[in-house]
């Protein structure tokens, strides 16, 4: 109350002796008398938490060095295991196949696909405008949320932009599986932008969800978030965001350094697999912890 003074009530630990109302339970048996006034009281808690943090710091750094430690040894025999597989199942070597040279302007690609010259420079013109909204507007963004944690970082940022074949592949068979404009082809392809920030594997957790809640802070759109590391190929987390002004779609992976050099290990398979020639469960022997997300 207003009227009275700052008097710890009855049974708190900081409450004097002579501060007794008279009233107070008596004191449990085997109890100690609380010598300490409430500063001293403090500055030893402050003490003890600060120990328990230390220990339990170099308890999860011994834990990630010895992670570390086993999945450097595991590279090792996984950059053997596939070296085995491309002895056993070589890239297929085809034939070239002569054809007819491709009018000034458009685009061939793998499996026979084509762009004529109007199509194709639609597409151009399209990844012009992704690589602009990418400079202006979402790399100078992402960069900003990376400054709020200097706990983790952006990796492969120089890849940032999807390559132009790549793109043009996709489009081209999303308008001919789906029927769709090439305007929308071009605006479904969720990753002709893409990022990767990169944790330390005792704030993955951690990171990943404050991370999450700083791009919605920024104004993009979560449009889908995909957990994959409970299954047998890719390890880690993916999500597709839409920048609201232009609607521009990109999207963010969130790894640790393991999961992040196993993606790359693994590329050259996915690659294949992706391709269908051939068995690559190699994909699926590199062991990873799963964080609890």
Same mark, same amino acid.
């Given at each position: 109350?207003?009227?009275?003074?700052?008097?710890?009530?009855?049974?708190?630990?900081?409450?004097?002796?002579?501060?007794?109302?008279?009233?107070?339970?008596? #004191?449990?048996?085997?109890? @100690?008398?609380?010598?300490?006034?409430? &500063? !001293?009281?403090?500055?030893? *808690?402050?003490? =003890? /938490? +600060?120990?328990?943090?230390?220990?339990?710091?170099?308890?999860?750094?011994?834990?990630?060095?010895?992670?570390?430690?086993?999945?450097?040894?595991?590279?090792?025999?996984?950059?053997?295991?596939?070296?085995?597989?491309?002895?056993?199942?070589?890239?297929?070597?085809?034939?070239?196949?002569?054809?007819?040279?491709?009018?000034?302007?458009?685009?061939?690609?793998?499996?026979?696909?084509?762009?004529?010259?109007?199509?194709?420079?639609?597409?151009?013109?399209?990844?012009?405008?992704?690589?602009e909204?990418?400079?202006?507007?979402?790399?100078?963004?992402?960069?900003?949320?990376?400054?709020?944690?200097?706990?983790?970082?952006?990796?492969?940022?120089?890849?940032r932009?999807?390559? #132009?074949?790549?793109?043009? @592949?996709?489009?081209?068979?999303?308008? &001919? !599986?789906?029927?769709?404009? *090439?305007?929308? =082809? /071009? +605006?479904?392809?969720?990753?002709?932008?893409?990022?990767?920030?990169?944790?330390?594997?005792?704030?993955?957790?951690?990171?990943?969800?404050?991370?999450?809640?700083?791009?919605?802070?920024?104004?993009?759109?979560?449009?889908?978030?995909?957990?994959?590391?409970?299954?047998?190929?890719?390890?880690?987390?993916?999500?597709?965001?839409?920048?609201?002004?232009?609607?521009?779609?990109?999207?963010v992976?969130?790894h640790?350094?393991?999961?992040?050099?196993?993606?790359?290990?693994?590329?050259?398979?996915?690659?294949?697999?992706?391709?269908k020639?051939g068995?690559?469960?190699?994909?699926?022997?590199?062991?990873?912890?799963?964080?609890?997300?």
């Amino acid at each position: 109350m207003p009227e009275e003074g700052d008097v710890p009530p009855d049974g708190h630990a900081d409450r004097r002796d002579d501060q007794s109302s008279g009233s107070r339970a008596a #004191r449990p048996p085997g109890a @100690e008398t609380e010598t300490r006034n409430r &500063e !001293e009281y403090y500055v030893d *808690l402050r003490v =003890a /938490v +600060s120990t328990e943090e230390s220990v339990t710091a170099r308890r999860t750094a011994a834990a990630e060095q010895d992670a570390s430690a086993k999945w450097d040894e595991k590279v090792t025999e996984s950059r053997w295991i596939w070296s085995e597989y491309q002895r056993k199942w070589p890239p297929e070597e085809r034939t070239p196949t002569d054809r007819p040279a491709h009018p000034p302007g458009s685009w061939r690609g793998d499996g026979n696909r084509e762009l004529d010259r109007a199509a194709n420079s639609q597409v151009e013109e399209a990844c012009d405008r992704i690589a602009e909204r990418e400079e202006r507007q979402i790399s100078p963004a992402l960069r900003t949320i990376e400054s709020e944690d200097p706990d983790r970082h952006l990796i492969g940022f120089d890849d940032r932009l999807k390559g #132009r074949d790549r793109i043009k @592949e996709k489009v081209y068979d999303t308008v &001919e !599986e789906f029927d769709r404009s *090439l305007e929308d =082809a /071009v +605006s479904l392809v969720p990753d002709t932008i893409r990022y990767t920030f990169q944790y330390r594997e005792a704030r993955y957790t951690e990171g990943v969800w404050a991370d999450i809640g700083r791009l919605k802070d920024y104004g993009f759109k979560l449009d889908k978030l995909s957990n994959s590391w409970s299954g047998e190929q890719y390890k880690g987390v993916n999500s597709q965001w839409i920048e609201p002004e232009a609607g521009q779609r990109f999207e963010v992976q969130f790894h640790t350094r393991i999961s992040y050099e196993g993606k790359q290990l693994t590329h050259t398979a996915y690659e294949r697999l992706r391709s269908k020639q051939g068995d690559y469960s190699f994909i699926a022997f590199l062991d990873f912890s799963a964080p609890k997300l």
